[in-house]
Nanobody, 123 residues
Framework: QVRLVESGGESVQAGGSLRLSCEVS????????VAWFRQSTVKEREGLAR???????RYADSVKGRFVVFRAAEENRIHLQISRLTPEDTGIYYC?????????????????WGQGTQVTVSS
């Protein structure tokens, strides 16, 4: 059974940085894709970054240059490093996984989801 657990969310000041982690357990299958999403009170759940099992990476245009997704294989974790945080980054951050190639931002494409971790950015 695939299980995803996010961590690292906290309350921070604008301009700061955060590293979120998604611990993956169970066998997603191969190839696979792990993606980070964000849901806020003013936006629907949106895709931010995704990484395939062969390390193909894609970012949403809105986060390019500030978000970095990377794998810590020895820890079975996918990290999301966020820099230059703004209040607009506030929301619940989810990681999601799918057994397929990384080609979609559609939430319905991902059958496995974590419970989310809250990020709050104050100005």
């Amino acid at each position: 059974q695939v299980r995803l657990v996010e961590s690292g969310g906290e309350s921070v000041q604008a301009g700061g940085s955060l590293r979120l982690s998604c611990e993956v357990s169970g066998d997603i299958g191969s190839p696979n894709c792990v993606a980070w999403f964000r849901q806020s009170t003013v936006k629907e759940r949106e895709g931010l970054a995704r990484i395939s099992s062969d390390d193909y990476i894609r970012y949403a245009d809105s986060v390019k240059g500030r978000f970095v997704v990377f794998r810590a294989a020895e820890e079975n974790r996918i990290h999301l490093q966020i820099s230059r945080l703004t209040p607009e980054d506030t929301g619940i951050y989810y990681c999601a996984a799918a057994r397929d190639r990384c080609w979609s931002w559609e939430t319905r494409y991902y059958p496995h989801w974590g419970q989310g971790t809250q990020v709050t950015v104050s100005s």
